[in-house]
T-cell receptor, first 110, second 112 residues
Framework: QKEVEQNSGPLSVPEGAIASLNCTYS??????FFWYRQYSGKSPELIMFIYSNGDKEDGRFTAQLNKASQYVSLLIRDSQPSDSATYLC??????????FGKGTMLLVSP | NAGVTQTPKFQVLKTGQSMTLQCAQDMNHNSMYWYRQDPGMGLRLIYY???????DKGEVPNGYNVSRLNKREFSLRLESAAPSQTSVYFC???????????FGSGTRLTVV
């Protein structure tokens, strides 16, 4: 059973701070890793994906992957109240499907 | 560009009734998926279709059936609805898993 674990939160940060969201996965053979953002009552939307160890940056977002530790994280710099949402980590381990974590709720206070 | 379109957006059913959730994508994606999302449970895969003409069970297929009607459309059918099927249902599609999924806007289903 492939598992993806996330702290449910909420993670509370002040506006302008760095938010750090973490995810661990059980399948050492996992190949691709995704971060989705889901606003309350809305559908998930893809923020970033990462395949290789190290960091990948896109604007205020940085994804970090450490396959040896089976750990992937998402950093949000200069957090804004509009970043308040639930962030879902998803892992591709083959068989054409993604396994999702339960998500971490982020609250950014003005 | 509509992306992934789901209908209906909201539905209330009585126990034992049947219904079909419709999903269509206009991105020429090969793979399509049905997930349900419940509080505290996250997104759980019901069924998926890796390519036109194929369907496979996911984590929670009991009580559901699917049809991949063509490359664009993938429907989910509840033959005899139960209160345990009260949930938000999301359809998604992907060209290849390397690009992740695109989700529809969801169907909020209540079974009373």
């Amino acid at each position: 059973q492939k598992e993806v674990e996330q702290n449910s939160g909420p993670l509370s940060v002040p506006e302008g701070a760095i938010a750090s969201l973490n995810c661990t996965y059980s399948d050492r053979g996992s190949q691709s890793f995704f971060w989705y953002r889901q606003y309350s009552g809305k559908s998930p939307e893809l923020i970033m994906f990462i395949y290789s160890n190290g960091d990948k940056e896109d604007g205020r977002f940085t994804a970090q992957l450490n396959k040896a530790s089976q750990y992937v994280s998402l950093l949000i710099r200069d957090s804004q109240p509009s970043d308040s949402a639930t962030y879902l980590c998803a892992v591709y381990s083959g068989y054409s499907t993604l396994t999702f974590g339960k998500g971490t709720m982020l609250l950014v206070s003005p | 560009n509509a992306g992934v379109t789901q209908t209906p957006k909201f539905q209330v059913l009585k126990t034992g009734q049947s219904m079909t959730l419709q999903c269509a994508q206009d991105m020429n994606h090969n793979s399509m998926y049905w997930y349900r999302q419940d509080p505290g449970m996250g997104l759980r895969l019901i069924y998926y279709s890796a390519s036109e003409g194929t369907t496979d069970k996911g984590e929670v297929p009991n009580g559901y059936n699917v049809s991949r009607l063509n490359k664009r459309e993938f429907s989910l059918r509840l033959e005899s609805a139960a209160p345990s099927q009260t949930s938000v249902y999301f359809c998604a599609s992907s060209a290849a898993l390397s690009g992740g999924y695109t989700f529809g806007s969801g169907t909020r289903l209540t079974v009373v």
